[in-house]
């Protein structure tokens, strides 16, 4: 199975006031994406704080999230864990759960031993028990593990490992991995910030946060980059690095959710240790976002 073209947003997991995950409010959200030309979604990515879930509420998120997806869009779930035998049974789960691929982060916690070949050997053990594809997730800001090009490409000659999701932004090395793959291993790009330059090397989407707010604009320059319209892609990924920037780097989670609610999505609450976004730092990203044409400004809004 091919990794398909597209855009995929790397969902939130949006919580009730106690806490818990809130099911309707994922189910809103859902059908809102379900209406822009989208190729799936990622649950249980960065975003979604999976890493402050615990296994029945990962299960809870993709079971929700499949349940609400338009017929021929794509579910891929972020199965990464410490170790090996955790990462090979939450897969599995994700698979019967409803995923179509598994996006795997490489262990980390140990990451002076994390050689090449270690990260090889948990890939093709994961890989073998897999009964669904995989897509290799690298994002370095958050493990500390930045994959070779030299590594992916040999991870890709394993049968079930069928793409990577880069997250670090190098797009050298991308158009390296490309030019030594091309073929069925294909590249979806970890960022907005870079989707164009990574297109340019030969990824064929991505997943983007500013997908969750700004899917039409994501999609767009993925449309106008494959029809060779370079100047307009331009100047539309031009326009999205700011909003993307403060929904990522600069305020992370509490940033993207807050956006969301600005658009009247239901982001809700971050889940400790995270904290939300302070009144100040909402007004500036509110303008952030009206600069660059996400949110209408209020005065629009009125007339």
Not at 74 to 97: D, K, M, N, V, Y
Not at 112 to 119: A, Y
Not at 141 to 148: F, K, N, P
Not at 183 to 201: C, E, K, Q, T, Y
Request: proline residues 6%.
């Amino acid at each position: 199975m091919q990794l398909p073209e597209g855009i995929f947003p790397p969902i939130p997991t949006p919580f009730d006031a106690d806490g818990a995950i809130d099911v309707a409010a994922l189910a809103e959200n859902v059908a809102w994406w379900n209406g822009f030309d989208l190729a799936g979604l990622v649950v249980l990515g960065s975003n979604g704080e999976s890493v402050l879930l615990d296994d029945g509420e990962r299960l809870r998120m993709i079971e929700a999230a499949r349940s609400g997806l338009a017929d021929g869009r794509l579910l891929i779930a972020g199965t990464g864990q410490p170790s090996t035998g955790a990462t090979i049974r939450l897969t599995r789960e994700a698979a019967a759960a409803g995923a179509d691929y598994a996006l795997v982060l490489p262990p980390f916690y140990y990451k002076g031993q994390m050689t090449d070949d270690v990260l090889e050997t948990h890939y093709r053990a994961v890989a073998d028990a897999s009964p669904i594809p995989v897509v290799v997730y690298n994002m370095p800001a958050c493990t500390g593990i930045d994959l070779s090009a030299e590594l992916v490409v040999r991870l890709a000659q394993l049968g079930n490992v069928i793409g990577l999701k880069d997250s670090g932004g190098n797009v050298a090395k991308l158009g390296q991995i490309h030019a030594e793959l091309r073929g069925g291993f294909r590249i979806l790009a970890g960022s907005a910030g870079f989707l164009l330059p990574a297109l340019s090397v030969g990824a064929v989407g991505g997943v983007l946060a500013l997908a969750n707010i700004a899917p039409r604009q994501c999609v767009e320059i993925l449309r106008l980059a494959a029809s060779g319209n370079v100047y307009e892609a331009t100047e539309l990924q031009v326009r999205m690095v700011r909003p993307n920037t403060a929904v990522t780097r600069r305020w992370g989670v509490p940033g993207l959710k807050a956006a969301m609610e600005m658009l009247g999505l239901r982001g809700g609450p971050v889940r400790p240790p995270l904290l939300p976004l302070a009144e100040g730092e909402r007004r500036e990203l509110r303008s952030i976002l009206i600069e660059g044409q996400i949110l209408e400004s209020d005065k629009e809004a009125t007339t």
